[in-house]
């Protein structure tokens, strides 16, 4: 988590909004671990149209994203989303120290733990490094 994983590479905006993705996970995990008196839940809105997420994506990928990913079901509104992020914090089903997202494979649907599709969210020494990485970056 030093940068290094983006050397010699063309810049991907996708790419490095997952590694952030990744790294806010994993540091929510490393929290709920060292204050289990507080609740940290990582929450995605899933897929969710009615946004400007797509607003700096080429036109193909915006049009997709703001018409036909809709028309076919691929996402779901911003209260959807919005509700999302309210049940991660306020339902008891979710555990603190997980990410909560969609199925594999699925761009909405309801939230499920991501640790058995992403195992390495439950490694302890990652949750470490991206807590290390972070206060790097803040100093």
């Excluded at 204050?35 to 049009?63: C, D, H, K, Q, W």
């Amino acid at each position: 988590m030093d940068g290094s994983f983006f050397q010699n590479q063309k810049f991907d905006s996708n790419l490095a909004y997952g590694q952030v993705k990744l790294v806010g996970a994993l540091w929510m995990a490393h929290l709920a671990r060292t204050y289990p008196e507080l609740r940290f839940i990582t929450v995605s809105p899933g897929n969710t149209t009615g946004t400007n997420a797509a607003e700096n994506v080429a036109l193909p990928l915006r049009l997709a994203a703001k018409y036909i990913m809709p028309i076919l079901g691929l996402s779901h509104g911003l209260e959807d989303g919005a509700k999302r992020f309210l049940d991660g914090a306020t339902n008891p089903r979710f555990s603190s120290g997980v990410f909560y997202a969609s199925p594999a494979g699925k761009m909405k649907g309801a939230m499920v733990d991501q640790t058995p599709i992403f195992p390495e969210l439950a490694s302890q020494s990652f949750q470490e490094n991206a807590n290390e990485a972070i206060h790097r970056f803040l100093a």
